[in-house]
């Protein structure tokens, strides 16, 4: 993957071929973006302008074909990219694109064409079990097109801004690995939220649910999320343990809820303990 990132930077028409192919090809776009960011970290936001159009003019062509997560990886990429640049500290950046698509929620960006209300009647039609629980929710009171609306909103929003993430750290793993061998593996061992930054994340959870905005409570979590799984990489780099360790910790945390509830609280919990930094001091 290296060399395809060393190919693209030779020069800005390279970046702009490379974005456009991909971002065509179905299923590609994560390498757009992966691109687009890593343009616009090594070089910023101005001269990175004409590859981060060349990527939104195809993903804009997906949108109209009623797929919107091409162009919103590529615009929260593109963002959390500017603010890395620009602030030097992964949170921010992550707080930022969990924001960005916390807005793309409230806007109904990820809903399908027509919305969720053709989707509730295919399942109607297609199992009389949930036409019964659907009919149950509506004599509750509850308004069953907006409950699918909200739902399919926020689990879309939630792969996307978790891809975008993942574009994100491919690029900066590219930028270190051609301008810094081994930096971002030290940078990414050291994310960790400030007690600042955590609060600002918890008055916009509590604001959210004042003013009725439920996509900041579906996404405000991630930053929080992304710490923990930078604190389990940081221990187990520190203590030099098998990358095994690694292999069992995803596997566990794609698998099982309660393992993404433990990370999230252990990420809590280092914002005031900061075990990274006790380690390496025993060290």
């Not at 981060?52 to 615009?75: K, N, Y």
């Not at 500290?89 to 806007?107: D, F, K, Y």
Request: contains cysteine; positive net charge; glycine residues 12%.
């Amino acid at each position: 993957m290296l060399s395809i990132a060393r190919w693209t930077m030779r020069g800005t028409p390279y970046a702009i071929g490379a974005v456009v192919v991909s971002t065509l090809i179905p299923w590609l776009f994560w390498l757009g973006a992966a691109i687009t960011a890593l343009v616009t970290l090594r070089r910023g936001m101005s001269p990175a302008l004409p590859v981060i159009v060349a990527a939104a003019l195809p993903a804009g062509w997906w949108w109209t074909r009623g797929d919107a997560i091409p162009l919103a990886s590529i615009l929260l990429v593109t963002l959390m990219a500017v603010v890395l640049r620009s602030r030097m500290r992964w949170s921010e950046a992550l707080i930022a694109g969990a924001l960005a698509g916390a807005g793309m929620i409230q806007l109904g960006i990820f809903l399908p064409p027509g919305g969720a209300g053709p989707m509730l009647e295919q399942l109607r039609q297609g199992s009389p079990e949930i036409e019964t629980m659907l009919t149950e929710l509506t004599r509750q009171g509850m308004d069953t097109e907006q409950v699918a609306s909200l739902l399919i909103s926020g689990v879309t929003g939630l792969i996307v801004l978790l891809a975008a993430v993942g574009c994100l750290a491919l690029a900066r793993g590219w930028q270190a690995g051609l301008y810094n061998p081994g930096g971002f593996r030290e940078e990414f061992h050291g994310l960790r939220l400030t007690i600042r930054e955590l609060a600002v994340l918890a008055v916009l959870g509590v604001i959210g649910m004042l003013l009725g905005l439920p996509g900041l409570g579906m996404l405000l979590w991630v930053p929080l999320l992304i710490g923990g799984i930078a604190l389990v990489h940081g221990v187990i780099g520190l203590k030099g343990m098998n990358g095994l360790w690694l292999v069992a910790f995803y596997a566990l945390l794609i698998t099982t809820w309660p393992m993404i509830l433990i990370v999230l609280l252990l990420a809590f919990i280092d914002v005031f303990a900061d075990f990274r930094g006790r380690l390496a001091s025993r060290h």
